[in-house]
């Protein structure tokens, strides 16, 4: 059992998932930090503030003694549209890597024709002209 786990695990689109799963979350986190390090800020400057703190409060909440907000009920589109430009880049760059990868795959040529043996109609033919004799 063990030795059929090690020959599952050691397959090859197998370990090419584990590899392109770290690439992944690595190019996420600098997909992020370009958001919310360049992008959010540019969009803020439309705002006067953070662009991923940006949020429509539907309740306002109150100050605790610790100075800080609670009850506060509000939606936050400003993370929301930061996630949403995270997405759009990580689904462009995956496009455009898969699109290269699929030029640079040979192009299978067409396998060639069986080579086309008589018709039915010869086999019958000759069957016929073999009875005859």
Sequence with gaps: MLKEFKDFAMKGNLVDIAVAFVMGAAFNKVVSSFTGGIVSPLIGLIFKSDFKDQKWIITEGTL??????????????????????????????????????????????????????????????????????
């Design 64 to 133: 605790n003694d610790a100075g800080e907000t609670v009850g506060e009920v509000a939606v936050l589109w400003g993370d929301f549209l930061t996630n949403v430009i995270d997405f759009i880049i990580v689904a462009f760059v995956m496009f455009m890597i898969i699109k290269g990868i699929n030029k640079t795959k040979k192009k299978e040529e067409p396998a060639p024709a069986a080579p086309k043996g008589p018709s039915q109609e010869e086999l019958l033919a000759e069957i016929r002209d073999l009875l005859k004799k």
